[in-house]
């Protein structure tokens, strides 16, 4: 059942039963009530439409780069743009979406690699305001907006937890630092065992997983107690390889490791993790985009990180 059929019958024109569905308050109330009782006589449910005006575009990156760590994040930001009343769609990279769309900002995740959001935020960001999910260290034009995590603070927390524990040759497990949140948090770790004194590059696996097996048997062989791991997707590879070594968790080696999506509490032992505040992060990007939305000239700070969490577990002892 289609809007002018559905005019026809309440004899009235296509643009009041448009008016009826997205602003009630236009329409009289008589008017008003005639057409919803048509909708529910019929069942009919009428296709949400954005609101122009009250839509955030949120692009997500390229297909090779998306990540279950995307999805959750678009999810979040979705669902706190609802709390508000905004609309959240994802739409194509071109001019077409921002001519026909309008929309108030634009959400965007940012990857090392994927050139193709890069180049439409470089080409388009005088048009609309872009806010940028980003862990990347490439430089953006100076109106582009930057929310991310606090890699060094969260890394941070982790070493002086060993610390404090008793561990001193402590291990860094990461496989490269191009990006910024590689890149800091290798910096915070290097520069805490070198404060305390305890820095030796051999106690650091920086290379390509494939590798991992013969990078934890070099590390054990330095006789390392802890490690702590920079990247969740190798958390459940270190434990399985540090079994293979003979090495159990806690037992011989205690290991924090960093976690987006809750997963390292259900392996065994649960994994004590400094992890990536999701909702936090996308609570802040809805906030920057409602705030832009509203007034396109408030001044926003241009980079906003939020701190990470820190939940101890059981895969770390004490040590004397």
Do not use: W
């Amino acid at each position: 059942m289609s809007i002018k059929k559905i005019a026809a019958r309440a004899g009235v024109s296509y643009v009041t039963v448009s008016r009826a569905l997205n602003h009630p308050e236009q329409v009289s109330p008589e008017t008003y009530t005639k057409i919803q009782s048509i909708f529910k006589e019929l069942n009919f449910k009428p296709r949400v439409i954005p609101n122009r005006l009250d839509t955030v575009n949120f692009l997500l990156p390229s297909p090779e780069y998306i990540t279950a760590h995307d999805g959750i994040s678009f999810s979040y930001t979705a669902a706190s743009l609802a709390e508000r009343g905004y609309h959240t769609v994802a739409s194509p990279m071109n001019i077409m979406s921002i001519q026909s769309l309008f929309h108030k900002a634009y959400i965007a995740i940012l990857k090392d690699g994927d050139t193709k959001i890069e180049s439409f935020i470089r080409e388009h960001s005088s048009e609309i305001p872009f806010i940028v999910i980003s862990d990347t260290s490439k430089i953006l034009p100076d109106n582009v907006l930057i929310a991310g995590s606090d890699h060094r603070q969260g890394t941070s927390l982790a070493i002086e937890y060993l610390l404090k524990k008793g561990h001193t040759r402590i291990g860094y497990v990461g496989n490269n630092l191009t990006s910024r949140g590689y890149k800091e948090r290798y910096d915070a770790y290097t520069d805490l065992m070198k404060n305390n004194k305890y820095f030796d590059e051999d106690f650091v696996f920086l290379n390509d997983e494939k590798l991992l097996f013969e990078g934890l048997q070099r590390l054990c062989g330095k006789k390392i107690t802890a490690l702590f791991i920079a990247e969740e997707d190798l958390t459940l590879k270190t434990i399985y390889y540090l079994d293979l070594l003979g090495k159990k968790v806690p037992q011989d080696i205690s290991i924090v490791s960093k976690e987006t999506a809750g997963s390292n509490e259900f392996l065994y032992p649960p994994i004590t993790c400094i992890i990536q505040p999701l909702k936090k992060l996308s609570a802040l990007v809805a906030d920057i985009a409602i705030k832009l939305a509203k007034n396109r000239k408030e001044t926003i700070p241009r980079c906003t990180y939020i701190p990470y969490d820190f939940v101890e577990r059981e895969s770390v002892i004490r040590i004397k």
